[in-house]
């Protein structure tokens, strides 16, 4: 498609400046709609500012930064973004303070490592019990205790987190859960944190934000890809569960505009590539009744101020 086509579709005002970062473009056991390079070029051409790229099977700032380098040998736009991360997966290196430390400081020099590290999205018991996996399957998985102390090795992780000013996303934990973490990582110095929170209640949401959390609402979630059973780590197939637009509109609002991010969390193969993801998704929130001045907050403004986006000078 061409870029003087993409820039009269409809929509497209509202993902110019935009920030994904939410893109699963890398390699994966799942069909992939686009490489990390694809991705990238997409969203310049569509005028974005950025875009995060998430991996359940490896760290992905290596792959954020080499982006970047081809990028900039095609002469492609030197103020774009590309950014990555670790989710704490077990492929990954699992919940490890080392595999942390590597990933803080994984890339081409200065500036370049993780901007993100993620607790699991998969292995949690709060997933591991709605996909109805064995007893065995839950020990080896990740809960944030109701009380007491966190488990090791989570506080010199998210020591680390603060000490590179890096962002903690809360991953699939549950809403209970999440807020408990947020209070405890706040107390421990992390400034900036992003909570996956399509599935919280607005009384969770609403929490979230006062602590100084950013709740994330992916498309995802709204499409048909959760009628689908899908491999995350391994051979099982399971489906994620839906969200209305009705019911993630109530959140946002609960939350505040000001205080939420968005992102398409596309990739996959069945659903549209992300930046048209993110457009669709825009303007369905836009439908619903959003304003553009607050959608253009959480998909332009909020992930790009949370993720420091713009270029290190080392890449």
Known sequence: MSQDHRSRRHGMDLIDGAVDCHVHACPHINARSLDVLQAARDAIHAGMRGIGLMDNFAGSSGYAALARRVLDAEGLDPEFDVFGGLIMEPPAGGVSAEAVAIALRYGYGPGTGARFISLPTHHTRNIARQEGRSPAYLETCLEIPARGALPDPLPAILDLVAAADAVLNTGHISAPEAVRLVELARARGVARILAPASHFDADAVAELARLGAYP??????????????LTHVDSERHQAQGVTLPGMVALIRAAGPKHCVVSSDCG???????????????????????????????????PA????????AAA
Do not use: H, W
């Open 268 to 302: 996959v193969g069945v659903l549209p590539p992300p930046t048209e993801g993110l457009r669709e998704f825009l303007l369905f929130l836009a439908e619903a009744g959003m304003a553009r001045a607050d959608l253009r907050t959480m998909a332009c403004d909020n």
């Open 216 to 229: 994330e609402f992916s498309y995802f979630f709204l499409t048909a890809a959760t009628q689908i059973g």
């Open 305 to 312: 101020a949370l993720f420091r986006v713009g270029r290190p």
